[in-house]
């Protein structure tokens, strides 16, 4: 193992800072809504709260399940491992929002009726997410995209009105950190690498990019809330290209993709890729209703 591998300081105890775990959960499995008021703040509308967690547990869900796809297909067998917890912090992500949505509502949904028994058209997560995996450039691409701009949300929802909402997004944001880290150093290593690395970085940045825009379009239900994403447009692209750049990279002049009559996926509008994801993540679920084991 080289002194640069992104896993040396995880093998080494004490290499982490108190309270930076960075794997699944962290490492003491500590509930971050442990002790956090449920009830509906004042001044926050249910219905909206409720379709704004969908929204995000939505992103968190479905790329969760494509980074679980890379198990037995990345590179190298640490990556594997790697790819799989990244999937599983936002798995742990998604359970929380999704089961928030319920409370929120009043609907008294779970986590499972929300994953399992909802149609393609009823998930709102933006389509980044959903697009089926390409190469490894386009992996750790599209991490990159993703968690540069989730982390820079939830360090604004992390001050919340919503309790659960905020405890989430506090905790989401150290996931975040290092999903970001991982991507980076793999973005950095494959443009700054061999001109073939280079060309499939390249290339993969070239393909995602376009799809980055609908991160920052704000859906009604988010103004009515007070998270407007449109803020973090600049930031977040700042800090994607300080990245591009390092890694030798050109940052993308690709148009944002094309809206269907002023709708995406955050209106439940989806790419071909995400009935096929959905019916291979829900096929038990559906075909045993009601299984418990």
Not at 102 to 122: I, P, V, W
Not at 191 to 211: E, I, V, Y
């Amino acid at each position: 193992m080289t002194d640069d591998h992104v896993y040396l300081s995880l093998s080494e105890a004490g290499a982490e800072p108190e309270g930076e775990a960075r794997w699944a959960y962290g490492t003491g499995f500590t509930d971050p809504l442990l002790g956090v008021d449920t009830a509906l703040p004042a001044g926050v509308d249910g219905e909206d709260l409720a379709a704004y967690c969908r929204m995000l547990g939505d992103d968190a869900l479905v790329l969760a399940q494509r980074l679980i796809e890379w198990v037995t297909r990345a590179p190298e067998l640490e990556e594997e491992v790697a790819l799989a917890n990244l999937g599983l912090d936002l798995l742990g992500q998604a359970r929380h929002l999704l089961t928030r949505s319920g409370q929120a509502d009043g609907s008294g949904r779970t986590e499972d009726d929300l994953a399992y028994l909802r149609e393609d058209h009823e998930f709102r997560n933006v389509r980044l997410v959903e697009l089926e995996n390409g190469d490894f450039a386009e992996c750790v691409a599209r991490l990159l995209l993703f968690a540069t701009a989730r982390h820079a949300l939830y360090l604004r929802l992390a001050d919340h009105p919503d309790r659960v909402l905020a405890a989430i997004a506090a905790r989401g944001v150290k996931e975040l950190a290092y999903h970001r880290e991982y991507a980076e150093s793999w973005v950095l290593r494959l443009g700054d690498g061999t001109a073939h690395s280079h060309r499939r970085m390249q290339d993969a940045l070239d393909a995602l990019w376009p799809w980055l825009d609908e991160l920052f379009t704000p859906h009604e239900v988010e103004l009515r809330l007070g998270v407007d994403p449109s803020v973090l447009r600049e930031p977040v692209l700042a800090a994607l290209g300080a990245v591009v750049t390092e890694a030798t990279l050109t940052v993308p002049e690709a148009q944002p993709r094309a809206y269907v009559n002023g709708r995406a996926g955050r209106h439940g509008v989806h790419t071909e890729a995400l009935g096929p994801m959905l019916a291979e993540l829900q096929v038990v679920a559906r075909a045993h209703p009601g299984a418990t084991w």
